[in-house]
């Protein structure tokens, strides 16, 4: 069974940063794209930021700048260094990867269980 578990949301102040932390655990051949997604009250769950196993990048035209993601193969775990938060940041932020768990299987993703970030003075 895999898991994902996040930590490192929370409250900051506008300006401020957070870093999130995700670590995928469990019998994993192979993961391939690891990244954070959000989703804010009433509104579709969207992509923030994504790196592959290659370290290819890729993020959404609003975090362009303040927000950096990075991942560790060794250890499957991805990071999302948050600065310049601003309260339109306010979201549930999810960790998904997806990945392989032998070499004969299709991939597939698995998401954390979230976590909060809520920007506000």
């Known amino acids: 069974q895999v898991q994902l578990v996040e930590s490192g949301g929370g409250l900051v102040q506008p300006g401020g940063s957070l870093r999130l932390s995700c670590a995928a655990s469990?019998?994993?051949?192979?993961?391939?794209?690891m990244g954070w997604y959000r989703q804010a009250p009433g509104k579709q769950r969207e992509l923030v930021a994504a790196?592959?196993?290659?370290?290819?990048?890729n993020y959404v035209d609003s975090v362009k700048g303040r927000f950096t993601i990075s991942r560790d193969n060794a250890k499957n775990t991805v990071h999302l260094q948050m600065n310049s938060l601003k309260p339109e940041d306010t979201a549930v932020y999810y960790c998904?990867?997806?990945?392989?768990?032998?070499?004969?299987?299709?991939?597939?993703?698995?998401w954390g269980q979230g976590t909060q970030v809520t920007v506000s003075s």
């Open positions: 998904n990867a997806n990945l392989k768990l032998t070499i004969g299987t299709t991939t597939r993703d698995y």
């Open positions: 469990g019998s994993i051949f192979r993961v391939y794209v």
């Open positions: 790196i592959t196993s290659s370290s290819s990048l």
